[in-house]
C-alpha cells in the first residue's frame, strides 16, 4: 500500500535556504501528522536562541524548550530553525520573543496543547524566565518535564 507523499508542497527542505530578515516574514512549514490516532509530544531544543534588545541593541540569549502535541500537522523543523534565527536581527523584550514563538505556532499549526519556556541568560545581573501554555493535555500523556537548571551558567 503507498502512502500519500506529505512532504511534496515544502519549499525549504533539502535545499539552500536564507535566514528570514525578520520572525514575520519567515516561513513556517508544516506538514501532516501521519500519527493522528494517538496523541505524543514533540520536544523542540533551541539552546542558542538569540535576539536583540529593544533598547540597546545589544543581544539576549535563551534557552528555549518547545513542547506541543500535535493535531493535525507537524512544524517542518528546518522551517521553524530559521524562524527562530530571524530573532539575531530581531529587537524586543524576552516576553514578547516567547509569546510571539508561541502565538505564531499556534496559528499556523492549531496544536492540541503547547508549552514553551524561554529561560533568558542575565540581563543585568538577573536571568528572566517566561512560561507559556495553551491547550489541554490529553489524559495519561507523559509530559517529561523541562529540566533546565535554574542559572548558574545554563548549561
Known sequence: MLKKNIYKNL???????????????AV???????QLDVD????????????????????????LMIDYIPNTKLVESKSLKLYLGAYRNHGAFHEDCTISIARRLIKEIEPKWIRIGGYWYPRGGMPIDVFFSYGE?????????????????RG
Open 137 to 153: 493535555i490529553p489524559k495519561g500523556l507523559w509530559i517529561p518535564e523541562q529540566k533546565v537548571p535554574a542559572y548558574r551558567g
Open 40 to 63: 505524543y509530544l514533540v520536544r523542540f531544543t533551541a539552546p542558542e536562541f538569540t535576539s536583540l534588545c529593544p533598547m540597546t541593541g545589544q543581544p539576549d540569549f535563551a534557552y
Open 28 to 34: 513556517l512549514e508544516s506538514v501532516e501528522n501521519p
Open 11 to 25: 519549499q525549504q527542505l533539502g535545499g539552500k535556504t536564507s535566514l528570514p530578515n525578520s520572525p514575520e516574514s
